[in-house]
């Protein structure tokens, strides 16, 4: 009866580890997000003080 209990247990681990995998793809993918949104608010930044530049001639 030792495989049965194993069989009962082994499931929920696997949930567990299909959890943690699933959170640490989403972590992931929010940290490449904020770098991606970091770059494209610099370049915002650096195209308004161009555009800043070239009004004021």
């Known amino acids: ?3 049965w209990r194993l069989l ?16 640490s ?3 992931n993918r929010l940290e490449a997000m ?3 949104l970091e770059k494209l608010e ?4 650096t195209i308004k003080v161009r555009n800043e ?3 004021a001639k």
């Open 42 to 45: 610099r370049t915002i930044r």
């Open 25 to 27: 793809l989403r972590d």
């Open 34 to 36: 904020k770098q991606r």
């Open 8 to 23: 009962i247990k082994i499931p929920p681990m696997l949930n567990v580890h299909r959890t943690r995998i699933s959170s």
């Open 1 to 3: 009866m030792a495989w």
């Open 53 to 55: 530049r070239l009004d």
